[in-house]
């Protein structure tokens, strides 16, 4: 696969590496993907997050035209997988920015939108500034939720967006889900609607598996996404910022996550997705040992031991299984 220069240098500009302590526990990687069953089935997740999920505002100012607040909750992984979460992400914090009071007071209706955050947007203030405050105009409210593992949720160890493990990809995932959820409980308690959901790049990705595990009708606007990472990961630029290494020697010293962890994966409905990236991998493997260029090179670079397509199957399966709940 060749990479456009404009990539390229937007890479070299960013030195954050992603899971330099590989895979994590293959057993929490293993409740995860049980968590997964329950998530990806609406009824199921529905009976996770209760109507009444305590909610806290810290904090009531007005800038400009707008009032803005500030609020925090226990993430509801917290009462499901509590020894998977991190003590730096116990706490959701979020934002609210409320439209002029002549805006509200002669509307009808009250409609709020959850803006999930992309990859790498710390903090708030880019959705704030360019997604939010130019809503208030139109008398829409709208809810920025930090990210689990970015800004003030970030692990001490971590190096920016960096995550050390794959399984905090994957626990970043399961939180933004169930954390949505109280988001939009606690909007309809407080009298809003319609309620809707949006996000940029992961941001949508998240927003949409949020919306597909809501009761009840709600807009989804998801920005620049697609329906899987795993091409992102395995493919595209990003795939010079994982330690393929240290993810194959793992795997290698480790059968737990062939024998269980794929295994389990052969049951999920993202299996196909991943059997056909692997298998299409399998291809540009001979095409590259007979010495023509093919998309996979890259890749074939980095993969010289026998265990490189088992590895690319649990990646591209991993990484798509969270991403497929929406279909």
Known sequence: ????????????????????????????????????????????????????????????????????????????????LPSIVPEAIRNAHFEVILPPNKLINSSIVKPACIHMAGTGDHGFSRRRELLA???????????????????????????????????????????????????????????????????????????????????????????MSWTSASVVWTEGVLSKAIPWRVLEMQYACDSQYEQEILSFLRGMDSQPVANDLAKNFGHEHDSIMMGKKSSGKIIMIIYISIFQFKLLKLISALCSSFMEICH
């Open 1 to 80: 696969m060749s990479f456009s220069k404009i990539d390229l240098f937007y890479r070299k500009l960013i030195p954050t590496r992603f899971y330099p302590c590989g895979w994590g526990k293959p057993e929490e990687l293993k409740k995860i993907l049980q968590l997964h069953k329950s998530i990806s089935n609406r009824e199921a997740c529905s009976k996770l997050v209760s109507p009444s999920y305590e909610v806290h505002i810290d904090e009531n100012t007005t800038h400009g035209d707008c009032t803005i607040l500030k609020g925090h909750f226990l993430t509801p992984m917290l009462d499901i």
């Open 133 to 223: 405050k130019p809503l208030t105009n139109s008398g829409i409210t709208s809810v920025l939720l930090e990210n689990p593992f970015y800004g003030l949720r970030k692990p001490k160890e971590q190096f920016a967006s960096g995550l050390q493990k794959v399984s905090d990809l994957f626990i970043m995932g399961s939180c933004l889900i169930l954390e949505a959820q109280v988001l939009l409980h606690w909007l309809k308690r407080t009298g809003y609607a319609p309620l809707g959901l949006t996000g940029i790049s992961m941001g949508g990705h998240m927003a949409s598996l949020a919306a597909t595990n809501w009761p009840e009708p709600i807009a989804l606007i998801p920005c």
